[in-house]
């Protein structure tokens, strides 16, 4: 049980960390978009200068990805392989917490990863005549990192919520097991 705890504390601060850069990424990309006066145009040619949300927003992207996954394997591990086996005659229901918070998470993480992604790839250096759609230069509107940032927390805090609930009724079940086990033995 010891074990859990160490590796519970471990998941939720790499967990939580990783969301916590995303988060500041999103922020950093929203402060180094491209405006509007960087623009430069040419009759009907438009070039646009290489800008830092680039690269925070890469770095958003891999750090929420990263947590995402982390997350949600530990989360399995812990519901579906624990080394104590259940027993068929003794199948619980899967409570409706847990399935609600796997949706949110991968709901909110999906729609982050859309937003962030197509904002990224507008932020990339473009040169005259070569736009990032149909040759024509796009911006990124104002606050739509700071949207996929508000995402990014929605999508972390649900998966914490979801690996430290299914850590929790992991243990509730070996506690109720172990006092199963321990009446057994004080019986013979």
Same mark, same amino acid.
């Given at each position: $049980?010891?074990?859990?705890?160490?590796?519970? +504390?471990? &998941?939720?601060?790499? +967990?939580?960390? /990783?969301? /916590?850069?995303?988060?500041?990424?999103?922020? %950093? @990309?929203?402060?180094?978009?491209?405006?509007?006066?960087?623009?430069? /145009? +040419?009759?009907?040619?438009?070039?646009?200068?290489?800008?830092?949300?680039?690269?925070?927003?890469?770095?958003?992207?891999?750090?929420?990805?990263?947590?995402? +996954?982390?997350?949600?394997?530990? %989360?399995?591990?812990?519901?579906?392989?624990?080394?104590? !086996?259940?027993?068929?005659?003794?199948? @619980? !229901?899967?409570? @409706?917490?847990?399935?609600?918070?796997?949706?949110?998470?991968? %709901?909110?993480?999906?729609?982050?990863?859309?937003?962030?992604? &197509? %904002?990224?790839? $507008?932020?990339?250096?473009?040169?005259?005549?070569?736009?990032?759609?149909?040759?024509?230069?796009?911006?990124?509107?104002?606050?739509?990192?700071?949207?996929?940032?508000?995402?990014?927390?929605?999508?972390?805090?649900?998966?914490?919520?979801?690996?430290?609930?299914?850590?929790?009724?992991?243990?509730?079940?070996?506690?109720?097991?172990?006092?199963?086990?321990? !009446?057994?033995?004080? !019986?013979?």
């Amino acid at each position: $049980m010891e074990k859990h705890q160490y590796g519970l +504390v471990l &998941t939720v601060s790499v +967990v939580a960390s /990783l969301g /916590l850069v995303s988060f500041v990424s999103c922020i %950093a @990309a929203e402060i180094k978009r491209i405006r509007e006066v960087e623009v430069k /145009l +040419v009759g009907r040619l438009c070039k646009l200068p290489e800008s830092h949300a680039f690269v925070f927003g890469i770095a958003a992207l891999i750090c929420l990805v990263v947590a995402q +996954v982390i997350g949600n394997l530990v %989360a399995i591990r812990i519901h579906f392989c624990s080394t104590e !086996k259940k027993s068929s005659g003794s199948k @619980a !229901k899967q409570p @409706a917490i847990l399935i609600a918070l796997l949706l949110i998470s991968w %709901a909110s993480f999906v729609i982050a990863v859309t937003l962030i992604s &197509t %904002a990224t790839s $507008m932020s990339r250096k473009q040169s005259y005549g070569e736009g990032w759609l149909d040759g024509e230069c796009y911006l990124v509107k104002q606050g739509i990192y700071i949207g996929s940032g508000i995402l990014v927390l929605v999508t972390v805090g649900s998966t914490l919520g979801l690996v430290v609930t299914t850590m929790r009724k992991s243990q509730v079940e070996e506690g109720f097991k172990g006092g199963e086990q321990r !009446k057994l033995n004080t !019986k013979l």
